[in-house]
């Protein structure tokens, strides 16, 4: 039982870093005089690119173990 408990508890965080890790990557936002530019600077949102893979890989596993254990 604690098993899958951890499981789907470690999804939701997974997804949480995903959404979080997708704002460093490509959040934009808009200055006075409607110009569109990216938040972070290129190192913050190359890092955030790879927490965004790492986090989908996480989950594809996550789903395919579900998938095939239980």
Do not use: Q
Not at 36 to 63: A, C, D, P
């Amino acid at each position: 039982m604690a098993l899958i408990f951890g499981i789907f508890i470690s999804l939701i965080f997974v997804v949480a870093g995903i959404g979080m890790s997708y704002y460093y990557a490509y959040g934009k936002s808009t200055d006075a005089d409607g110009n569109r530019h990216f938040i972070y600077e290129s190192k913050t949102r190359f890092i955030g690119t790879i927490m965004l893979y790492g986090g989908l890989s996480i989950v594809l596993l996550e789903i395919l173990f579900m998938m095939f254990v239980f």
